[in-house]
């Protein structure tokens, strides 16, 4: 690099440009002779921070903002520079010209006239700016088609309302933020060509669901539908309106026959109802909330996975199973049992202190914190002066039977540890307790996890025996002391609003883009009918005079 | 329950007795005659709350504080309320009188005098109340012994300061608040009867130590030693002294061919040292770190569990690949790769959110926070105007120049996402600029993971070839990515300070006991060399009095 490399830098207010257009005109623009290096950005803080790594902004103030577009040029004179800088306008002129939709003849300005054109298109694909997107994503669900909203940098308020009203009518809007979908085998934005197969996917997370995809793909298995939902969708502002249509949809789809959901870490409370909803679909569902502790191994047909390539392996080996091709490495699933629910609260009087932090955590992710309540009387606090609740049992027979004399109690968890050091007949001592509560109150369901070996001083099979007498359901792991307890408390979740229909993600599909050329372009490499939009920012992309224009309008 | 019942209270101030004796105190009230209920306890909140609960704390205010005694009676009348109170002291000399230890005829009242008596004891065992339990710990720690501390309530900074004395001196102190520990095929404190086997346990977690050993039990697998920390000991403020000690301890061990490691969540930086000793363990590790996100299932020997049968499960499971009992489902343990460690850091410059994220899960599980940095050049800060990086990556070339001109950085990795909407050849712009930084430094590591199909348009495997000619590694799932950089990065671990010797955890096992009883009972029951301590608190537990004299000694 020379050292008398000149940086020369041009601003084009409030300029609206398509990406790729921008991306163009910086290669157009290095490939000037005498030109070592050109960036051509919005001139927000962050590209600010990298035209300056590059060593592309100009020493002097820019009087630029984040909705005006930069265009720096580093040349071995200014000469060059200039005479660079001095082609901008030529070079974009170019480019639009140039730009691909080769196949099309005539674009419509409007979804109206593009759905005139292309009258079974279910899907608008939209990939504009962010702060266009919305109004475009608004005026899809009025012409009640299915929205992909690619575009970022959309607000959340317009994202909740976006949904909700999708929600009311019985369409998806996936997104914003979505870069991933397959409906009807075509891949919407970015997607891999992947065998057509039983396996539904569901993602707040575009390339989770690439790379589960993929995998299941490299494992013989084969994607029925992959819906996105815009990284936003499992937060609570959101509250998971699309995760759950698309669980919803998944379950009702007979070409679905094992679901996967992958999400970076849902707010709890979405977390709780996706699960409620997965517990209750009918198929196998595999989970994996990225950097969320596992609630478990499995729960009935629920399945959590610890990584995405192990969410393909869970996937395809469950789906494998439920078709008969290979017998469950981890026992059939379970027949669902149909216990009459509970719908009082749960206690648990534990003396364990693991024992009752992993109840805690697998309870968590099914049940509202309200809900449950689960006591270490082993606690520092409850063991000054007093031995400990696995030698003395009179703290825990006290609660037991003031727990149970609240008839908000429905459930109450124990555990119960046998081995060296421990009370000589735990179950002697609760047995009777639990006996005489069921007695008072038959609804009242005790269940206990007994841990111990058939070598302990206690006599494992004895004690397991006087707590079922007594009336106890008796488990051997805190996994299974769970998902009892979540079965009986947690109530089959329904989707709210209209349900959408199958058509939806049925093929052939049909499809109006607007934004990005290449994902018109992909669509109809992939033999979907397509039209592209020939969408322009209302005013030119400025905003002062696009308000002025929308008033006019009366749309405020 | 009579209307006419009376509550009555007598306090004893400051006064101290064995837990065991209040039990029994309780029993022995609530059975003399008129009485219906009767309550032991020292007068801690806590306490004060449960006797309110039972009906057993009369309504005028009680003058006692946490560390006075408070003895409570419900009786059908205030004189059978009386009557009781009345013979509270004789009770008390009757039950003190009859306490167990029957076989051993001389009662040491010291260590000291103790070790003379059994001078083979490794092991103290400590049970008295929390606020002597560290005094008499650090006097076995003088004597060269190990100790065991089931103590709880003792302060933290204590706790620091007797473990690294015994870190020192290649002592272990388990505890304090430690409830579980097997060594040389004997339980100390609360423990299952288990098959001796090769399986290792270390825990900071108690029921959680028995629940994984019982369980190894029951899937015929054994346990060579379970050696438990106190629940503390993982907490930034200890740095999992204990456990960093037992793990190497377990190591060393010939006896011992699979380790499990169980905690509730370590703090992060003492996760990443313990996980670095696990990886150089030259055994298989099980992890379940209760309710932390899994970095992975597996990564070298390391593999990462998700409950507690889990943990059991994939132990035996390991441990049976290892013996060769059993062909791994897993794939065999990959051979360990001597490669030269590097010592930079870490830069991940990717394209997909998920992907960084869950490469960013997986290092921080390892790496110290400064020594990495993960990217998502796909975030909203970076597309405002700009197309996302999956299909132009303009940007990702000039950081990747960016941080290779770093001479700091060690390794960076990348993602390449394949398949419709995204670039028709990354690999073809991403190698050059590869080999490029490469041929400037030839020690800088290159690593990328492809997502993708054989059926994709960018042709799956001409990507690969393309990026490895350049000098890339290149993997198919973040899971292999992740253990290719710490294998690179995370220098095997030594454990600091003295090594404990073996000796410390073989049979046949002598022991001192202070504390409980019935610990010493279980020691005997289980053919173990034990004394038992005749201890008693300074001063009759007058914390007043017992400071004086203390002082007097000259120990402040």
Redesign the interface.
Known sequence: MSDEATVRCAVRPGSY?D??V??QL?RALSALPGVLDAGV??A?P??RE?LA??GLLPEEEMAAG?HD?LIAVKAESAAAAGEALARVDALLQLRRGAAGGGEQDFRPRSLASAFKLLPTARWVLISV?GRHAAGIAEEALDHDRNVFLYS??VPVEREAALKRKARERGLLVLGP?C?TAIVGGI?L???????QGAIGLVGA????L??IA??I??LGGGISQAIGTG?RDLSAEIGGITAIQALDLLRRDPETRTIVL?S?PPAPEVAARLLGLARSAGKPVVVYF?????P??RLGDLH?A?????AAEMAVEWNNVGEGLVPSRAGASPAPTFMSGISGSLRGLF?????A??TH?GLSAFLAPGRFKIVDL?A?????????P???Q??RL?RLR?EAADRQVGLILL?V??????HADPAGELGPAIAEVRARRPDLDVAAVV???????QDLAQQIETLERAGARVF????ELVDHAVRRLAAAEEAPGAPVPLEAIRGPVAAVNAG?E??YD?LV??GAAAVQVEWKPPAGGDDKLAGILARMKGRS
């Open positions: 440009h990406s790729v921008l991306m910086q950005m919005m927000t962050a590209n990298l790594a590059s984040p577009l700016p970022d940098n933020d870069g891949g934005g970015f997607a891999n060509r992947v065998r997370s575009g390339t989770g690439q790379a993929s995998q793909h490299a990284g992958v970076k990225l950097g969320a502790p596992l478990a191994r959590f610890a990584s995405l390539s192990e003396s364990g202190g693991t024992l932090y992993e955590l082993g520092d606090e409850f063991t000054v002066g007093r031995l400990h696995m030698i003395d009179d703290l006290r003031h555990d540890v046998l081995g060296e050091g421990a841990i111990g070996t058939d070598e302990d001083p051997r792991t805190v996994g990005l290449s994902f992909s490499a992939q």
